[in-house]
């Protein structure tokens, strides 16, 4: 039997503004889609965080039994600096500043996006397709729209036509906005005078000559309107109606709400049951921006390479620390927060090696049962995972009194402990014990061994035995062990 069977899900749905019980469209299954990030630069901190939310949702469905197929997609091309269709694809150019091929700025940041999310023990989606691979489908779309009466074509590009969609549909129903208002709020920009409203949204953009990104299509040689891709590949994987989209929260609008559209004109129904919307990050209690130098790179929190944090930081720390707030809540990024973040999660995972060394016996002083429904009942209750760790928390008191001999458990306890502290802290949470105080202590010896050679090494050139210092210097060298020579001593790198 599997436990989705026992376990009840509530997930807050942005759509109605209401947790409500989780059933997907077929029994066992479900199927997920949430916007990957738009390959044109290193992936930015609150992205990870917001893939983050899903990769835990993802192996909580897992966990729970269901048959999850999660599609996550790379925006490779089509999406404009600015949002209202204006201005230059992103990803072309970022090939025109550094003078390369487009391709060549979508291979060098997805293998970047893929390489930290391996770093932060990332489960991979079911399948993770790309907009360039998906013109044909996103052609086929436009048509449809086209057909529905809810798209125009002017000097070859396409729009979306939003006043008249919303004479029989409502634009606005997921970010809570209405037409009379956006046409009262939206500017009027340069560029967009083929438009017939200012509301209205391309599907397909007609190419500059000097565009390199294009594709031939009825109307223009081209490329498709940042929304599409998104319906597109999200109904050819999971069907033209589908239980979970999820995104970031600067998604809404008018991303999603774009895409709720398109595919209401395109087939005749809404796409998605649950819309779910990961909260944003912040740092030190403001937005972050590399240009006031309020930024970090995911990958400076491993290095320690940035001036707002006062050392590294291992990934499980990095993840634990993020997944100690809601998804739906803003998260401030603080080296305060990184430092007791790593204090707790070095607790818990003494905890989880101390539980193989525990004594049992023939009483328990602690209700394991009850204990571990109420691990299930916060993650049922809309994958509240800062509950979820308070009561890993509560275990983790229980574990160190049975340590010290102030409580006691049975085994057949121990076991439950043993196997639910391992479900919900590895596979849910998807934290690593590399980090643990062993590979702490591994590294702090060879730290201690590698200063002791520089000791010696000193000794020799004091003595002016340079034969043996250039040897220590060497054969360090070749284990992969450099030596840097400066004005504070000498310092060390492993590769
Ligand atoms: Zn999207």
């Given at each position: 039997m599997q436990l989705y069977t026992t376990q009840t899900i509530k997930i807050y749905n942005s759509l109605t503004g209401e947790k409500a019980v989780f059933k997907p469209i077929n029994t066992g299954h479900v199927g997920m889609y949430v916007c990957g990030p738009t390959v044109y630069s290193n992936v930015h901190l609150g992205n990870?965080?917001?893939?983050?939310?899903?990769?835990?949702?993802?192996?909580?469905?897992k966990h729970l039994g269901y048959k999850v197929r999660y599609?996550?997609?790379?925006?490779?091309?089509?999406?404009?600096?600015?949002?209202?269709?204006?201005?230059?694809?992103?990803?072309?150019k970022k090939a025109r500043l550094e003078e390369i091929e487009p391709m060549e700025v979508v291979q060098r940041y997805t293998v970047d996006f893929h390489n930290i999310l391996n770093k932060f023990n990332f489960l991979p989606p079911s399948i993770e397709p790309t907009a360039?691979?998906?013109?044909?489908?996103?052609?086929?779309?436009?048509?449809?729209?086209?057909?529905?009466?809810?798209?125009?074509?002017?000097?070859?590009?396409?729009?979306?036509?939003v006043l008249k969609f919303n004479k029989t549909?409502?634009?606005?129903?997921?970010?809570k906005r209405n037409v009379e208002d956006l046409i009262h709020?939206?500017?009027?920009?340069?560029?967009?005078?083929?438009k017939k409203n200012p509301q209205d949204f391309a599907l397909w953009k007609k190419a500059e000559p000097q565009h390199i990104m294009r594709w031939p299509s009825?109307?223009?040689?081209?490329?498709?309107?940042?929304?599409?891709?998104?319906?597109?590949?999200?109904?050819?994987?999971?069907?033209?109606?589908?239980?979970?989209?999820?995104?970031?929260?600067?998604?809404?609008?008018?991303?999603?709400?774009?895409?709720?559209?398109?595919?209401?004109?395109?087939k005749g129904q809404s796409p998605v049951n649950y819309w779910m919307h990961a909260n944003m990050l912040i740092m030190n209690g403001k937005k972050m921006a590399k240009s006031t130098g309020n930024f970090i790179l995911p990958n400076e929190i491993f290095t320690g390479d940035n001036p707002h944090i006062t050392k590294a930081f291992s990934p499980s720390v990095a993840r634990f620390f993020m997944l100690q707030a809601h998804y739906r809540s803003v998260l401030d990024?603080?080296?305060?927060?990184?430092?007791?973040?790593?204090?707790?999660?070095?607790?818990?995972?003494?905890?989880?090696?101390?539980?193989?060394?525990?004594?049992?016996?023939?009483?328990?002083t602690f209700d394991v049962l009850a204990w571990q429904q109420k691990c299930y009942d916060a993650m049922n209750d809309d994958f509240n995972t800062p509950i979820l760790i308070a009561h890993l928390f509560e275990a983790v008191k229980h574990i160190n009194q049975v340590n010290d001999g102030s409580a006691s458990i049975t085994q057949n306890d121990l076991d439950t402990l043993k196997t639910t502290m391992h479900s919900f802290v590895f596979d849910i949470l998807g934290l690593q014990s590399q980090s643990t105080?062993?590979?702490?202590?591994?590294?702090?010896?060879?730290?201690?061994?590698?200063?002791?050679?520089?000791?010696?090494?000193?000794?020799?050139?004091?003595?002016?035995?340079?034969?043996?210092?250039?040897?220590?210097?060497?054969?360090?060298?070749?284990?992969?062990?450099?030596?840097?020579?400066?004005?504070?001593?000498?310092?060390?790198?492993?590769?």
């Open positions: 990870v965080r917001t893939f983050m939310s899903f990769d835990m949702i993802f192996r909580y469905l599609v996550r997609n790379i925006t490779d091309a089509g999406h404009l600096e600015n949002d209202a269709d204006v201005g230059e694809d992103r990803i072309a360039t691979g998906h013109i044909i489908e996103q052609i086929e779309l436009v048509k449809s729209i086209i057909e529905n009466g809810f798209a125009y074509e002017v000097n070859g590009s396409v729009y979306f036509d549909n409502h634009y606005g129903k997921l970010s709020n939206t500017r009027v920009l340069d560029g967009q005078s083929d009825p109307w223009s040689d081209g490329f498709p309107g940042w929304h599409l891709e998104c319906t597109a590949m999200s109904t050819k994987y999971l069907g033209d109606h589908f239980d979970i989209h999820g995104g970031g929260m600067d998604l809404k609008f008018p991303h999603h709400e774009c895409e709720i559209a398109q595919n209401e004109a395109a990024f603080t080296n305060d927060g990184l430092l007791a973040s790593e204090k707790g999660f070095n607790r818990l995972m003494e905890a989880i090696q101390a539980l193989d060394g525990l004594q049992t016996s023939n009483t328990s105080s062993e590979n702490a202590q591994s590294e702090d010896k060879l730290s201690q061994v590698v200063e002791l050679l520089i000791k010696m090494r000193q000794e020799a050139r004091a003595n002016k035995d340079f034969k043996l210092s250039d040897q220590i210097r060497d054969q360090l060298a070749a284990m992969g062990i450099q030596l840097k020579d400066g004005k504070e001593g000498t310092t060390f790198t492993v590769n």
